[in-house]
């Protein structure tokens, strides 16, 4: 997998609906994959925080600004040259 890959299903990540199988390609690349690390990271404190023992259901303003969110932390770890 590679990094522009992982972008494109962080959503699916976020809201845990990506496919298991995939979620292990995921998994696999943020291991050896230390920007991608660091954002995804990111997004589990953040998840962590929200749901503080709630049951796992975001509610829609705050995915799309976690979504906005992640988007702009990974391009801040991957530069467009
Ligand atoms: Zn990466």
Same mark, same amino acid.
């Given at each position: ?6 972008? @494109?299903?962080?959503?699916? +990540?976020?809201? /845990? ?10 998994? $696999?690349?943020? =291991? ?12 589990? @404190?953040?998840?962590?925080? +929200?749901?503080? /023992? ?10 799309? $600004?976690?979504? =906005? ?13």
């Amino acid at each position: 997998m590679k990094c522009e890959e992982l972008l @494109k299903i962080l959503n699916e +990540y976020v809201d /845990g609906t990506v496919d298991p199988a995939i979620c292990e390609d995921f998994e $696999k690349h943020t =291991a050896g994959c230390n920007p991608c690390q660091v954002v995804v990271d990111n997004i589990r @404190k953040t998840i962590t925080l +929200y749901r503080n /023992g709630q049951p796992y259901e975001l509610p829609i303003p705050f995915r799309t $600004k976690l979504h =906005a969110l992640l988007r702009e932390r990974w391009r801040e770890k991957h530069p467009v040259k």
